[in-house]
């Protein structure tokens, strides 16, 4: 059944909708015969923490990364992906999985690709703006949200970060904008049906595919 489909049957499986995603009860997955959660394998994907609350995954089996946004809400996550395995399936993707898995409390946390420890964020800890573009670094984030949406110019800005050469700045704002611009393709094609509504700017928003970077 298409997720966006199926309604109010998401409660049924722990799965309602968020300003980042939708509820998704991982515990319930734990020890039952889930496709996903069973053929999630943390230590043999690829991981790739973008930000606090993104994610790229690439299964072994698989050749495309995929996007995921995962946090803690509570006693519960909440989160999404851009696979078609999350789009039309009722339970989480196995992209989610693998990176639940990879940070699961009471074992050793994975390392991602890059060597750094997988961990899930609680979403109270992350800001509007985290929330808002969690695929963008949090040097792409900054430089996009002071340049692009903001009035500082790329050599004040590299001025005040004291980096050495305004080219740095330019090159995370162009990277930051053609992510932004993708993404906010993909929701007008979509015509909003996989976006999220922004609790401050009442926009709405979602992960998009085909963002290597």
């Known amino acids: 059944m298409s997720r966006s489909r199926s309604g109010g049957r998401f409660e049924e499986f722990g799965r309602v909708d968020t300003e980042i995603g939708e509820s998704i009860n991982f515990d ?16 043999e994907s690829d991981i790739e923490t973008v930000s606090r609350l993104g994610f790229k995954v690439r299964s072994p089996d698989g050749e495309e990364w995929h996007h995921v946004v995962l946090a803690r809400e509570g006693d519960h996550h909440v989160g999404l992906c851009d696979c078609k395995g999350w789009e039309y399936n009722d339970g989480p993707c196995v992209h989610l ?4 898995k990879a940070a699961w409390t009471g074992v050793t946390p994975e390392r991602d690709i890059n060597g750094r420890t997988v961990r899930i964020c609680d979403l109270d800890a992350a800001d509007a703006a985290e929330r808002r573009y969690p695929y963008l670094t949090e040097k ?14 790329v ?7 004291g980096y050495s050469s305004p080219g740095t700045v330019s090159n995370r704002l162009r990277v930051a904008r053609e992510k932004v611009h993708e993404h906010e393709q993909q929701l007008r094609a979509d015509g ?10 009442d926009g709405r928003h979602l992960l998009g595919e085909g963002v290597s970077r």
């Open 28 to 43: 319930r997955l734990a020890g039952t015969d889930d496709t996903s959660w069973n053929k999630a394998e943390p230590y």
């Open 97 to 100: 999985c693998a990176v639940r």
């Open 140 to 153: 792409q984030r900054e430089a996009y949200l002071a340049c692009e949406l903001g009035d500082t110019g």
């Open 155 to 161: 050599r004040e800005f590299q001025r005040a970060q």
């Open 192 to 201: 909003g049906r996989d976006g999220h509504r922004d609790p401050v700017t």
